[in-house]
């Protein structure tokens, strides 16, 4: 047996490369799937029924393959629907207390796997990720955020992370709207505003917004206008606002004047994209022979219906030009190192210095300085650069109107909006010139855009942002000094319009009071954004955030790693924690009286049920600072060029190995136990005498820990009253065991040698015979600091830690009862030396009460937290219903739809519409079967679930389960693909189980028929 097929055995398990194995066919197959799966698919439950057809894992690649393959124009029902069901399961998938994060690194991990396709071995080292990552355990999820480049978000999902400008690839981004949002949400951000050029097409927009929706993100949709200003073109961004949904928003862009108004926008943007066109042609005529000379290649001339084609649905930019250019140039640079790569073996030193330069300018030439060296207006003086203003009748009317002229068509179209103005290139005369003369219209300055900043192109953001602080703190006397300022460094200075400019600064200092009032009510506000295109890696991408509002690791994370690889921009905000508390369930409180009192003296969290923690963004206190608080969430991509080289062996990506957190899981497992297992047998071998201790002591110990992680797992999940489908290794998280097993190894020469021995027997003279209440409590501190101690090296949350020192001083007292018990019954069996004997136990009782103590608090964690699973699980099935039900309503307005429920064959002879329905109702309640027949404490869940419910609401749920009676139909739509194509799982377990639960419903039905609390 070689070493490669040794290394195959022990890294990596089976499930990796069967996962792989299905996965690379689905993409070799194009990921079509079944249309009638497909369609299905959102309506199913992440934990419900499909369980049985197709593993999570497998699932959740199939839902990323088929997003990440339908880039192309068509697809945007696949596009969201993938997403859906992306995003339902990867949030059901993570476990442990950090379920957001984990599922944000699952989306990444997956990501990564798709794209490498072709690579197995990074694929294999990715699913493995996966699953490990799966497992939730916060260090391994902190490992992967910091290797992804991710920070940690707060679970409460309250951070204030935002990108007021990125683009997708519907104007120069390289992103679907659905992959941005999708990307957007992995970074953490929570609120964007997506801009567009000119206009914005409705299908676009309908795209974006379901996608943020479906993501529980805010979204802005914003389009960028130029408008003429001192013989230049300023530009400003429009957001419409205050519609109710997505639906609303559409039905505004369908309006007539709205869509004559986007029409002129696209003559804008088609008189500008022929700058782009012009620019090919004059490379392909000029700046294509420089290269071939300066680089001895034969690049052909560019084809424009190629580049047409790459650039797709998007607007044309310079951006799209150089990465087509840079695509097409990569591959004759490959080839021409690789024959540099042989001339330099046989060259002398000067020739290999002469070669060693020329693969160096071949990497030099990236998309971005292709743009720059050749395409810029710069490179291009002879073709009339749109963003100049020309006069001429091709000019489009939108780019003959000021700023006041714009924004009264735009107001004319929506009167609930915002503009916002973009700083790129203004001075501060400039700004406050164009606030005057729109007259209170632009409520936002684009303090930063970062793109710009980083390119040396923004304004003189300190000057701007103290004339914006001033206008808004309405002080008369600070806004003249600052007016006075502008007018005096425009007469220190030569511009071609210097006298109009300061007759325009005399008018404004003779009308401050008009400046004052018209942000008096609504205040100048900034926004901050990236400018992110997803095709620039020399800038940083997409996202910023609110340091403070971070948790407190990820503050000191983000301070030591400012300038490597991320920025703490030198920006401030005034985050306000927001606190949210709701009334309690004692009506005592509920009077004004004591509701006033006990806001006086601040004890809302003795006496209210629930808090919110939010933060709020104070407008005001945005500004320049020396430290500031806004941290990119974007990284800027190491300098590789284009990974040409000398050197075959180092080219390309490079690649981490396989390390040990790749090794397959039974062999992981076996060496945490024996990790742990080794100095409990070394300790007990040394220092007992007895032969049961020396020899069975660490076994003893490690039966103790695992039977109690056993016992709780089980009890948690169900217990004796478990489903009979259920069994009690179900339960149980075999790497929950193992790292119990292993940390509890180390307890053992801490607590028996060091602790009972060494200091309480030796040093301090304490014994069971002298004072065993004191060892017991020693020992119960000692363990309880030590499990406090390796809870924080795994990363577990603090109240996990706080929970575990605290249950080690409840196990006190049942040590020492143990102690008692175990004495007495050495005594009635005439055993001599009782103490001695519990003095060589005393570690092994304090471990047993420790672990009974453990076995209760958090056997009752195990069963909350499932009951709270289940009551989500049921929760959103009945919300589903409910929607299916109120859609029956409407099909039926003559009749009650209840009874299609309480007689589901009448569905037969139902409207079509109301038989796809039907189609739903077997998914919700095929998903319900099997909540009550797989998942952990699901029956006494849906008992504390219909409780809630009122009299009406149980009747119609527990009618709607009937339509499992129509064995004929849904056995069909198994057999047609409704939940793929391994399907004889779920069928036989539905054919099989189906009648037991309706007869439990029924049961239970009967059981509870008195009122319920909603009536």
């Known amino acids: 047996m070689g070493i490669k097929d040794i290394a195959s055995r022990v890294f990596f398990d089976r499930r990796d490369h069967a996962l792989l194995r299905i996965v690379n066919q689905a993409l070799e197959d194009g990921c079509a799937g079944n249309a009638l799966q497909q369609s299905f698919y959102p309506y199913f439950h992440p934990r419900g029924i499909k369980e049985l057809a197709e593993s999570r894992g497998l699932r959740v690649a199939y839902a990323m393959a088929h997003l990440l393959n339908s880039l192309e124009v068509g697809k945007m029902d696949e596009r969201l629907g993938s997403l859906r069901s992306l995003f339902h399961e990867v949030l059901s998938i993570g476990m442990g207390p950090l379920p957001k994060n984990t599922a944000r690194v699952l989306l990444q991990i997956m990501k990564e796997l798709v794209r490498a396709r072709g690579d197995y071995e990074r694929q294999l080292r990715l699913a493995h990720d996966f699953r490990v990552v799966a497992f939730g355990k916060p260090r391994v999820v902190r490992r992967h955020l910091k290797d992804r480049h991710l920070l940690e978000m707060p679970e409460a999902w309250n951070q204030l992370a935002f990108d007021d400008h990125v683009h997708d690839a519907y104007t120069k981004g390289r992103k679907s709207s659905t992959h941005l949002i999708m990307d957007a949400w992995i970074k953490g951000i929570r609120r964007l505003r997506v801009v567009y050029y000119n206009f914005v097409e409705p299908k676009v927009a309908a795209e974006l917004l379901e996608a943020a929706r479906i993501m529980g993100m805010d979204v802005r949709i914003g389009v960028e206008f130029s408008a003429l200003f001192r013989d230049r073109y300023v530009n400003l961004i429009w957001t419409p606002r205050g519609f109710a949904d997505s639906q609303a928003f559409l039905c505004f862009l369908a309006e007539e004047n709205v869509a004559r108004f986007m029409q002129e926008g696209r003559k804008v943007s088609a008189y500008q994209q022929q700058f782009v066109i012009r620019t090919l042609e004059r490379f392909n005529e000029h700046h294509r022979l420089e290269i071939n000379r300066e680089f001895e290649i034969c690049l052909q001339p560019l084809d424009r219906g190629d580049f047409i084609r790459f650039v797709g649905e998007g ?42 330069g020329r693969v160096e300018a071949m990497n ?109 703190d309405g002080n008369i006397i600070t806004l003249k000094r600052q007016v006075l300022d502008i007018k005096e460094k425009i007469g220190l200075s030569e511009p071609a319009d210097k006298a109009d400019r300061i007759e325009k600064i005399e008018e404004i200092l003779h009308d401050l009071p008009s400046l004052k009032a018209w942000y008096a009510t609504t205040p100048l506000k900034s926004r901050m954004g990236s400018d992110s295109t997803g095709r620039q890696s020399e800038v940083y991408g997409m996202g910023l955030a609110v340091v403070e509002t971070l948790p407190r690791r990820v503050q000191r994370q983000v301070r030591l790693e400012n300038g490597a690889g991320r920025m703490i921009l030198p920006m401030n905000i005034t985050p306000l924690q927001q606190h949210t508390y709701y009334p309690g369930g004692n009506s005592l409180f509920c009077s004004p009286l004591a509701r006033k009192l006990v806001s006086r003296f601040g004890m809302e969290r003795l006496f209210c049920r629930e808090k919110k923690v939010d933060w709020q963004i104070e407008d005001k206190s945005i500004g320049m600072a020396e430290e500031g608080n806004i941290v990119t969430l974007g990284g800027v991509a190491a300098e590789q060029g284009n990974a040409l080289t000398l050197e075959p062996e180092k080219s390309g990506r490079p690649e981490t190995g396989t390390k040990f957190r790749h090794l397959n899981t039974p062999l992981k497992y076996f060496l945490k136990i024996l990790l742990g297992f080794v100095p409990a047998f070394l300790t007990f071998t040394l220092t007992q005498d007895w032969w049961l201790l020396a020899y069975f002591g660490a076994v003893i110990w490690f039966c103790a820990t695992g039977i109690r992680n056993i016992i709780q797992s089980v009890l948690g999940g169900g217990g004796i009253r478990r489903s009979p489908l259920m069994k009690w290794n179900n339960f149980v998280s075999w790497e929950r065991l193992t790292d119990s097993l292993m940390w509890t190894g180390f307890s053992v020469p801490l607590l028996e040698l060091g602790v009972k021995t060494m200091l309480c027997k030796e040093l301090l003279g304490i014994t069971t015979a002298t004072s065993p209440v004191a060892l017991y409590s020693i020992l119960a501190i000692v363990n309880g600091v030590y499990i406090s101690s390796h809870n924080i090296i795994r990363g577990l949350p603090r109240g996990a830690v706080f929970g575990n020192l605290f249950r080690t001083m409840l196990s006190i007292p049942l040590a020492f009862a143990f102690n008692m018990l175990a004495g007495a019954a050495l005594s009635m069996h005439g055993v001599a030396n009782v103490n001695v004997v519990l003095q060589k136990w005393a570690a092994i009782i304090s471990k047993a009460a420790s672990d009974c103590v453990a076995g209760l608090i958090e056997g009752m964690a195990d069963r909350h937290q499932n009951l709270a699973l289940r009551r989500n699980d049921y929760s959103e099935k009945f919300r589903q219903f409910m929607d299916i039900y109120s859609q029956l309503e409407v099909l039926y307005p003559d009749a009650q739809a209840a009874g299609l429920l309480i007689s589901p064959e009448r569905f037969g002879r139902a409207k079509t519409e109301a038989q796809d329905l039907e189609k739903l109702l077997f998914v919700n309640a095929l998903d319900m079967l099997y909540f009550w027949m797989y998942q952990p404490r699901a029956r006494i869940a849906y008992l504390s679930f219909v409780e809630s419910l009122t009299r009406e609401e149980r009747r119609l749920l527990e009618s709607s389960q009937r339509v499992l009676e129509k064995k004929r139909e849904i056995s069909r739509l198994f057999i047609e693909g409704m939940v793929g194509e391994n399907f004889s799982r779920a069928l036989s377990f539905y054919l099989e189980q189906s009648p037991h639960y309706l007869n439990d419903i029924q049961k239970l039905s009967l059981s509870t028929q008195t009122p319920a609390a909603g009536n």
Not at 316 to 330: K, N, P, Y
Not at 331 to 355: C, F, H, S, T, V
Request: charged share 25%; proline share 6%.
């Open 364 to 472: 030099a030439l990236t998309k971005t300085s292709i743009v720059e060296r050749f395409l810029e207006p710069s490179a291009n003086p002879d073709i009339p650069d749109p963003a100049k203003p020309r006069k001429g009748e091709n000019i489009p009317p939108l780019l003959k109107l000021e700023p006041r002229s714009l924004i009264g068509r735009l107001t004319s179209l929506h009167t609930g909006h915002r503009i916002t103005l973009n700083l790129c290139g203004l001075a501060q005369e400039d700004v406050l010139e164009i606030l005057y003369q729109c007259e209170g219209a632009v409520t936002r300055l684009e303090i930063l855009n970062l793109k710009e900043w980083m390119g040396g192109k923004s304004g003189p953001i300190a000057g701007i942002s103290s004339l914006q602080k001033a206008i808004n």
């Open 315 to 356: 607007q044309m930019s310079l951006l799209h030009l150089g990465a087509f250019i840079h695509q097409s140039l990569l591959l004759l640079m490959q080839k021409k190192a690789e024959k540099l790569r042989g001339d330099y073996k046989l060259a002398d030193e000067k020739g290999r210095q002469e070669i060693m």
